[in-house]
């Protein structure tokens, strides 16, 4: 058994780290928490300057800091930030006149397939971009990523607060695309920078983090509007507006304060949506955090297995094609086997429990859900043409 399976620990709201920081946990005493995430939120929270660590319920280990996390302290630690910066989700509306998934499916582009400002010159996505590239960074621009991102076809579910809804202009039934990705490279750039020099250290010129790190955030934001573009086009409507954009991967001076978010959406106030998995519905969320929760809310389901468990378990009970269209009627649009197991539903908690946690702990209130129809993931390398991947792969020089 590994660790990532060691027994869930639950924590008391308020409980003392090694310094004088504390850790509190937003989850109740039968959800899934692995003691190996409180563990790095206790190492976290004994960093020099560090105040308080709020762990939300989608709580999981991280690479070097737990990913779910809240984390303010007086020092800035680009580490606690990781190397997506600006990674979020964004919510579409769309307009279909019908939403059949088979169809749907097969004309979902090649978000593998980067936007060249040149080749692609004509592609009318670029009508997005209006204040110019962030950082200049046009590596990767209008791909999706691997790992837990996606681009998701969906129907608003149903409808808990329906004033709320309405005034975000969405009813039962309508149709959303919601986009998960991040800074393609640029945030894993400026934190490499970083440690190369200062390793896990904090920032020795914070301001100076600060400003690029903002352009990250910025570039995320804007690549998550090229992919709703690219898709809309694709699907033959046209791109609209996001009724919601928020990252989760991000640090924010609040009255000299550095609250670092990893894998934690920004709560105090905002419409988040809470992503499941490709099986499960998601939530549209009303999220009101106060200073104890960091001011944040959960950012999705949370893995419960790691990638490697997921990929050895995933074998032994699916296949492939049974993950290709989950017990929903939704399809996945994913040509890379491997990456279908380490993202199957199994892999993570259920999304129920997390928004539970959330609401018992009046952190959010739900709104809406939303239901997937289509999710991509990355292309099917069987339906499209070989030459065009290999281009890619040239292009971008990996693959």
């Given at each position: 058994?590994?660790?990532?399976?060691?027994r869930?620990?639950?924590?008391?709201?308020?409980?003392?780290?090694?310094?004088?920081?504390?850790?509190?946990?937003?989850?109740?005493?039968?959800s899934?928490i692995?003691?190996?995430?409180?563990?790095?939120?206790?190492?976290?929270?004994?960093?020099?300057?560090?105040?308080?660590?709020?762990?939300?319920?989608?709580?999981?280990?991280?690479?070097?800091?737990?990913?779910?996390?809240?984390?303010?302290?007086?020092?800035?630690?680009?580490?606690?930030?990781?190397?997506?910066?600006?990674?979020?989700?964004?919510?579409?509306?769309?307009?279909?006149?019908?939403a059949v998934?088979?169809?749907?499916?097969?004309?979902?582009?090649?978000?593998?397939?980067?936007?060249?400002?040149?080749?692609?010159?004509?592609?009318?996505?670029?009508?997005?971009?209006?204040d110019?590239?962030?950082?200049?960074?046009?590596?990767?621009?209008?791909?999706?990523?691997?790992?837990?991102?996606?681009?998701?076809?969906?129907?608003?579910?149903?409808?808990?607060?329906?004033?709320?809804?309405?005034?975000?202009?969405?009813?039962?039934?309508?149709?959303?695309?919601?986009?998960?990705?991040?800074?393609?490279?640029?945030?894993?750039?400026?934190?490499?920078?970083?440690?190369a020099?200062?390793?896990?250290?904090?920032?020795?010129?914070?301001?100076?983090?600060?400003?690029?790190?903002?352009?990250?955030?910025?570039?995320?934001?804007?690549?998550?509007?090229?992919?709703?573009?690219?898709?809309?086009?694709?699907?033959?409507?046209?791109?609209?507006?996001?009724?919601?954009?928020?990252?989760?991967n991000?640090?924010?001076?609040?009255?000299?304060?550095?609250?670092h978010?990893?894998?934690?959406?920004?709560g105090?106030?905002?419409?988040?949506?809470?992503?499941?998995?490709?099986g499960?519905?998601?939530?549209?969320?009303?999220?009101?955090?106060?200073?104890?929760?960091?001011?944040?809310?959960?950012?999705?389901?949370?893995?419960?297995?790691?990638?490697?468990?997921?990929?050895?378990?995933?074998?032994?009970?699916?296949?492939?094609?049974?993950?290709?269209?989950?017990?929903?009627?939704?399809?996945?649009?994913?040509?890379?086997?491997?990456?279908l197991?380490?993202e199957?539903?199994t892999?993570?908690?259920?999304?129920?429990?997390?928004?539970?946690?959330?609401?018992?702990?009046?952190?959010?209130t739900?709104?809406?859900?939303?239901?997937p129809?289509?999710?991509?993931?990355?292309?099917?390398?069987?339906?499209?043409?070989?030459?065009?991947?290999?281009?890619q792969?040239?292009?971008?020089?990996?693959?």
């Amino acid at each position: 058994m590994s660790q990532q399976h060691s027994r869930p620990e639950f924590l008391p709201p308020s409980t003392p780290a090694t310094g004088s920081a504390t850790v509190t946990v937003f989850a109740s005493p039968t959800s899934w928490i692995e003691s190996d995430a409180v563990a790095q939120c206790h190492q976290v929270a004994a960093l020099d300057g560090m105040r308080h660590v709020a762990a939300m319920p989608d709580l999981h280990p991280g690479k070097g800091a737990p990913i779910g996390a809240a984390m303010a302290s007086t020092i800035l630690y680009p580490f606690l930030v990781g190397s997506d910066i600006g990674c979020g989700i964004a919510v579409f509306p769309v307009k279909l006149k019908r939403a059949v998934p088979e169809k749907l499916a097969a004309r979902f582009p090649d978000l593998d397939r980067a936007l060249d400002p040149e080749r692609d010159a004509d592609d009318p996505a670029w009508a997005v971009v209006t204040d110019g590239i962030p950082a200049g960074h046009v590596e990767g621009l209008g791909t999706v990523g691997r790992g837990n991102h996606f681009v998701e076809l969906a129907r608003i579910g149903t409808v808990f607060e329906p004033g709320h809804a309405s005034r975000l202009g969405l009813a039962a039934g309508d149709l959303v695309l919601v986009v998960h990705s991040g800074s393609r490279g640029l945030g894993e750039r400026i934190l490499r920078e970083h440690t190369a020099v200062h390793g896990g250290g904090p920032s020795p010129d914070p301001g100076a983090y600060l400003a690029m790190h903002d352009e990250a955030v910025r570039w995320g934001s804007l690549n998550r509007r090229l992919l709703a573009a690219r898709v809309a086009h694709a699907l033959g409507t046209e791109p609209t507006e996001p009724i919601l954009d928020q990252c989760h991967n991000l640090v924010e001076l609040r009255d000299g304060i550095y609250l670092h978010r990893k894998g934690a959406a920004p709560g105090d106030g905002r419409d988040v949506l809470i992503a499941g998995t490709r099986g499960t519905p998601s939530y549209l969320v009303a999220a009101h955090a106060g200073p104890d929760a960091g001011h944040s809310v959960a950012h999705g389901a949370g893995r419960k297995m790691s990638r490697a468990d997921a990929l050895r378990r995933g074998r032994a009970k699916h296949t492939v094609e049974e993950l290709r269209r989950t017990p929903m009627g939704s399809l996945v649009v994913c040509g890379d086997r491997q990456l279908l197991f380490e993202e199957a539903p199994t892999a993570y908690k259920r999304i129920e429990q997390v928004i539970t946690d959330l609401v018992d702990h009046d952190l959010a209130t739900p709104v809406a859900t939303t239901i997937p129809l289509v999710t991509y993931k990355t292309p099917d390398l069987g339906s499209a043409p070989r030459r065009d991947h290999r281009d890619q792969r040239r292009k971008r020089g990996r693959p």
